[in-house]
DNA sequence: GTTTAGCACTCAACCCTTTCGAGTGCTAAC
DNA sequence: GTTAGCACTCGAAAGGGTTGAGTGCTAAAC
């Protein structure tokens, strides 16, 4: 037996109406969208073929065809249209990419996989606040005469640091200078104020000098920026576990919620470290059937954030509730801003880079 | 009608038995489990009581009670035994706190992401190889006599940083010198060799210069240890979409497959960029009925990913592949070591921070 | 030889009914 | 106040009939 064109014309429509419906594709709709026009018996007996050739199968003697592995691979190797992507669409995925995560952003997400995972249910974890990082001193560490990396000494002891190429030659003994000009002006300082400062100082500065200046202020300031409200929610995957989600729909429902659920998601409690929310109490409308019990913790001195667990009403309070605060603790520790040297510390002997 | 210490009683049994089979209880399992021994009758009138008063209500007349939210509300506000953490527990929790993530992991972790939410299918993104790190340039900034802020630059122009306190009071003066003998010694090797290296000048250092020098390879250690083989998967929440997924058992079950797949997962395609694997040619049996797609991206020079997405084998090959392989170019091209500065970086004029 | 109309046949999906049993509410006795 | 006993209720599971999309085959048309 032969594979004709028309049958792999067949075979091709068979494989991407599968795709999109998930139903058994019969001899009318394939008639319907052929090319040239021939009746629902002519491909039937063109697909009693395929079928003997082990491209398509029937889930039973009354149903449409559907393709088998074989079919799907011949599909992938001869058959589709390999599409371009558009231009808007390289351009989303490059930004996403280049989104660079924060710090704070990649501890909290871990916290959040850490409590899902051990909780077993999906948890949320967000920070909140308007922290004021600032600037207590600033370094540059000539590397040649397009490059220097910057240090940043923050408030909270915290440093960061990057590769910075100038926009202009520098001389590498410049940098001494630059450094010196940052210091006197652009520390102790909200990241708001640098703008302001460098207006100031526009007169008093050599073009090219006020040029390198600025570039390193932006770049100062992107470092200070922590995310004002972040909210992350993993552990999905929990919930199929449970009978009361056993239907995907409402499984996916709820996911959703906790996927984009920025808004819906129980605020932070005025009171105590540790707040429960059982079915019709809370706001969200997608929440009403399941309870939520919500710890905070403290980021530093002046940002809060919470961690949160979501499940059905019927969740076990007393295991959740205490593990919860173990994490809420945890994280609080791990955030301090004088962070006492650990056990962990001491044994290793180092801070670590980072 | 009185809340008498006996409805408590049965309240809390009731809780706790729905708590965990998700079954209204019935008469007959409270009465057994009760502490002083009474009839399933009795505790039928005690029912009617308390669903009367609203702790409890009845799926429909024939069935037992299950907890009403005002019933959870006095579960959890006065039945509930606090649970105290096992000192294993808290441990546990604090362990995987302060595991950092690695930059690499987070930008891998954000790729996979990306990638589900784009073509909303699970996702994988994998690293290995056997990327060694050097580092090109030490340099120690004091802060003060014991702190001093530690500069990597390392192989590909990346730069890392952190506050180190030091073990001992060090003359900030001091700091320069130690910094040479680090230049001197222990650039351009690998992690492996810094031990030996600093073997070999025990004799020629004093005890805390030692001491001092020893503590900061420890953290340059550290920060050049970059992950050999990690997995990280996302995006569960998708298939919850899809009809063959309908039933939770089976999400339940590839997704547990994918949350701890290590070995599961399609290996590395030894041949071109890209690979699908339809069904059946998947090697492991949890994935027999659903199709992969993976496209392999370069991290730097040494080091290989993969990024994958697993749907059902009816999945939309076209617009998953021409996807994929855009996300690979785009994590191939952020990973690249000498990064051509990109238009962003031209137009906010800096390099970043971080 | 290929294509088409026509027709009998198949079988999952749907709906309706029946059966079964866990669990109730009530009553009367203890 | 507690208990045994009994009739009652109602969802879940099992059986049976109907429906309709889709097939395979045959015989006629091209």
Redesign the interface.
């Known amino acids: 037996m032969e594979l004709t064109d028309r049958k792999k014309q067949i075979l091709k429509i068979v494989?991407e109406n599968?795709?999109?419906t998930?139903e058994p594709v019969g001899s009318k709709t394939i008639a319907a969208r052929m090319e040239r026009r021939v009746s629902s018996a002519t491909i039937r007996n063109e697909l009693a073929e395929l079928t003997e050739m082990g491209y398509l199968e029937q889930p039973h003697t009354s149903a449409g065809r559907?393709?088998t592995?074989k079919g799907?691979?011949l599909?992938?190797d001869e058959l589709?249209?390999?599409?371009?992507?558009s231009l808007r669409?390289?351009e989303?995925?490059?930004a996403?990419?280049?989104?660079?995560?924060?710090?704070l952003?990649?501890?909290i997400?871990?916290?959040g996989r850490?409590v899902s995972s051990?909780l077993n249910y999906p948890a949320y974890v967000t920070a909140t606040g308007k922290k004021q990082l600032i600037v207590r001193r600033f370094?540059l560490?000539p590397?040649d005469e397009w490059n220097c990396?910057?240090?940043?000494?923050l408030s909270g002891?915290?440093?960061?640091?990057?590769?910075?190429?100038m926009?202009l030659k520098v001389d590498p003994e410049q940098f001494p200078a630059l450094a010196n000009l940052l210091n006197a002006h652009f520390t102790e300082i909200a990241a708001a104020e640098m703008g302001e400062r460098l207006m100031d100082l526009t007169e008093q500065l050599p073009a090219p000098m006020f040029l390198l200046l600025?570039?390193?202020i932006?770049?100062?300031g992107?470092?200070l920026e922590e995310q004002q409200q972040k909210i992350i929610t993993t552990g999905?995957?929990a919930l199929?576990?449970?009978?009361?989600?056993?239907?995907?729909e409402k499984?996916?429902a709820l996911?959703?919620v906790l996927?984009d659920g920025k808004e819906n998601l129980p605020v932070p409690s005025d009171a105590g470290p540790m707040k429960?929310l059982?079915?019709?109490?809370n706001v969200a409308d997608a929440l009403k059937d399941t309870?939520v019990v919500v710890a905070s913790y403290d980021i530093g001195d002046d940002m809060r954030g919470l961690v949160g667990v979501v499940g059905?009403?019927?969740?076990?309070?007393?295991?959740v509730?205490?593990?919860l605060s173990?994490?809420a603790d945890?994280?609080t520790?791990?955030l301090e801003v004088h962070p006492a040297?650990?056990k962990?510390?001491k044994q290793?002997?180092?801070?670590?880079?980072?």
């Open positions: 494989v599968y795709i999109h998930a559907a393709p592995p799907y691979r599909y992938v589709m249209e390999r599409q371009r992507l669409e390289t989303e995925i490059n996403v990419l280049h989104t660079r995560l924060k710090e952003d990649a501890i997400a871990q916290a850490a051990f370094d560490i590397v990396i910057g240090v940043l000494m002891n915290r440093v960061k640091s990057h590769l910075i190429r926009q600025s570039q390193l932006a770049a100062a992107d470092a999905a995957r199929l576990k449970l009978p009361e989600f056993r239907d995907a499984a996916h996911m959703s996927a429960i059982i079915g019709p109490e309870s059905p009403t019927r969740m076990d309070y007393a295991a509730v205490a593990r173990g994490f945890g994280l520790r791990l040297p650990s962990e510390d290793n002997g180092t801070g670590k880079y980072g």
